[in-house]
Nanobody
């Protein structure tokens, strides 16, 4: 599965941004999809995940209520809508695919190249 992330950029604190991840695989709907991020000097961390049907989601506590993950299986695309952004959300955001869910990035099988999100204060 090849993943292509897009939509990152610079936004002011309190603003919104949506990042997208397009998958090449027609069996996209078989996979859990997730978003991870890596801030400067920090480990990669789990942000959000969604099951194959789109009716089950999981979030990092600090983004609950601000971020929403969704998917469109007809378009082989997963989205992360980010609202009320904070400077601490600044990171490279990576999309990932896995046949099983885990919040540990080591268990995810396929990765996109990452897209930079910068939130200015």
């Amino acid at each position: 599965v090849q993943l292509q992330a897009s939509g990152g950029g610079l936004v002011q604190a309190g603003g919104s941004l949506r990042v997208s991840c397009a998958a090449s695989e027609r069996t996209f709907s078989n996979y859990f999809m997730g978003w991870f991020r890596r801030a400067p000097g920090k480990e990669r961390e789990f942000v959000a995940a969604i099951n194959w049907a789109g009716d089950g989601t999981a979030y990092l506590d600090s983004v609950k209520g601000r971020f929403t993950i969704s998917r469109d299986n007809a378009k082989n695309t997963v989205y992360l809508q980010m609202n009320s952004l904070k400077p601490e959300d600044t990171a490279i955001y990576y999309c990932a695919a896995a046949l099983r869910y885990s919040s540990d990035y080591k268990y995810w099988d396929y990765w996109g190249q990452g897209t930079l999100v910068t939130v200015s204060s």
